[in-house]
């Protein structure tokens, strides 16, 4: 069976007539007759009822021809792909986020890019605290984008733009406020559980950032648990403001403004580079595409 005869069965089961056929492909009416035909014979399955004027699909035939436009789908698809990694295109991009980043922010800008390069996948790796970072420098991501410190700026391997303001926000829900009517001091916290995100990369190892000395903690491994606990009055933590506006809203969570601590703590995200790692055309052009992203400002 050969893609070719295959393409003569789907021209003349949607043109009904051998002439037609024979035009839209540029073959003679008897090649297209004999492919038909040798098609039907390697099927044991008559495709067309002959009887009439034009030439009509059997049920056999209406069956198989659905087969056939699947087949003819992917041996396109394939071809595609053959093009699109011919002409150096990669076949994936991954983009390492931390997981307190808004994506809906960058969503015009990844459509853009899916648009232009549809035959390459676009892989949303989601870490957490210095996880994503890690992976860039590991080079198990393309592009990362992550809060950062100032030694990120001392570094000459690494390329950095703005993109976006964010916040965390500490927070507890009625239902363990209930417990502290007097609560003003973070120490007053420290026989409840602290909701602690785990690093998903090794740039926390033997440190606890914003941990005060015997307090209880919880780890958990993504912000929806963690907020899950919160709301559910099982401890308290720091949340990404986006991820709990309409909880705070909705007084489902409570900010927690305490005299001898930050509730709020703001920082910037950037979209970082290796320099060390050779981006791809379509990395490349997605890199360009972060660069002429305009920051937003904290709302």
């Given at each position: 069976?050969?893609?070719?005869?295959?393409?003569?069965?789907?021209?003349?089961?949607?043109?009904?007539?051998?002439?037609?056929?024979?035009?839209?492909?540029?073959?003679?009416?008897?090649?297209?007759?004999?492919?038909?035909?040798?098609?039907?014979?390697i099927?044991?399955?008559?495709?067309?009822?002959?009887?009439?004027?034009?030439?009509?699909?059997?049920?056999?035939?209406?069956?198989?021809?659905?087969?056939?436009?699947r087949?003819?789908?992917?041996?396109?698809?394939?071809?595609?792909?053959?093009?699109?990694?011919?002409?150096?295109?990669?076949?994936?991009?991954?983009?390492?986020?931390?997981?307190?980043?808004d994506?809906?922010?960058?969503?015009?800008?990844?459509?853009?890019?899916?648009?232009?390069?549809?035959?390459?996948?676009?892989?949303?790796?989601?870490?957490?605290?210095?996880?994503a970072?890690?992976?860039?420098?590991?080079?198990?991501?393309?592009?990362?984008?992550?809060?950062?410190?100032?030694?990120f700026?001392?570094?000459?391997?690494v390329?950095?733009?703005?993109?976006?303001?964010?916040?965390?926000?500490?927070?507890?829900?009625?239902?363990?406020?209930?417990?502290?009517?007097?609560?003003?001091?973070?120490?007053?916290?420290?026989?409840?559980?602290?909701?602690?995100?785990?690093?998903?990369?090794?740039?926390?190892?033997?440190?606890?950032?914003?941990?005060?000395?015997?307090?209880?903690?919880?780890?958990?491994?993504?912000?929806?648990?963690?907020?899950?606990?919160?709301?559910?009055?099982?401890?308290?933590?720091?949340?990404?403001?986006?991820?709990?506006?309409?909880?705070?809203?909705?007084?489902?969570?409570?900010?927690?403004?305490?005299?001898?601590?930050?509730?709020?703590?703001?920082?910037?995200?950037?979209?970082?580079?290796?320099?060390?790692?050779?981006?791809?055309?379509?990395?490349?052009?997605?890199?360009?595409?972060?660069?002429?992203?305009?920051a937003?400002?904290?709302?």
């Amino acid at each position: 069976m050969k893609l070719e005869q295959l393409s003569m069965f789907k021209a003349v089961a949607e043109l009904g007539s051998l002439r037609q056929a024979s035009e839209l492909m540029h073959k003679t009416q008897p090649a297209i007759s004999q492919g038909i035909r040798q098609l039907e014979s390697i099927l044991a399955v008559n495709l067309f009822n002959r009887s009439g004027y034009r030439l009509a699909l059997t049920t056999e035939g209406k069956v198989l021809y659905q087969h056939a436009l699947r087949v003819l789908d992917e041996a396109n698809a394939l071809r595609e792909m053959a093009r699109h990694i011919h002409s150096g295109n990669e076949t994936s991009v991954t983009l390492a986020t931390e997981a307190s980043f808004d994506l809906k922010s960058i969503i015009p800008l990844l459509t853009k890019v899916q648009n232009q390069f549809p035959d390459t996948k676009i892989v949303l790796k989601q870490e957490h605290l210095t996880g994503a970072f890690e992976a860039l420098m590991q080079q198990e991501a393309t592009l990362c984008i992550s809060p950062i410190n100032d030694e990120f700026f001392q570094d000459s391997n690494v390329e950095l733009h703005l993109l976006n303001s964010g916040r965390l926000v500490t927070v507890a829900s009625p239902v363990m406020l209930a417990r502290h009517p007097n609560l003003q001091f973070k120490a007053q916290l420290t026989n409840e559980y602290q909701i602690v995100l785990q690093d998903s990369g090794k740039g926390s190892s033997n440190k606890s950032w914003g941990i005060q000395q015997g307090q209880r903690c919880w780890y958990v491994s993504d912000f929806a648990t963690k907020k899950m606990l919160i709301e559910s009055g099982m401890g308290w933590g720091s949340m990404p403001y986006h991820q709990i506006q309409k909880s705070i809203t909705n007084n489902e969570l409570v900010v927690l403004n305490l005299a001898d601590s930050e509730s709020v703590m703001n920082f910037n995200y950037y979209i970082i580079k290796n320099k060390q790692q050779l981006l791809g055309p379509v990395a490349q052009s997605l890199w360009q595409h972060f660069k002429a992203y305009t920051a937003h400002p904290l709302s």
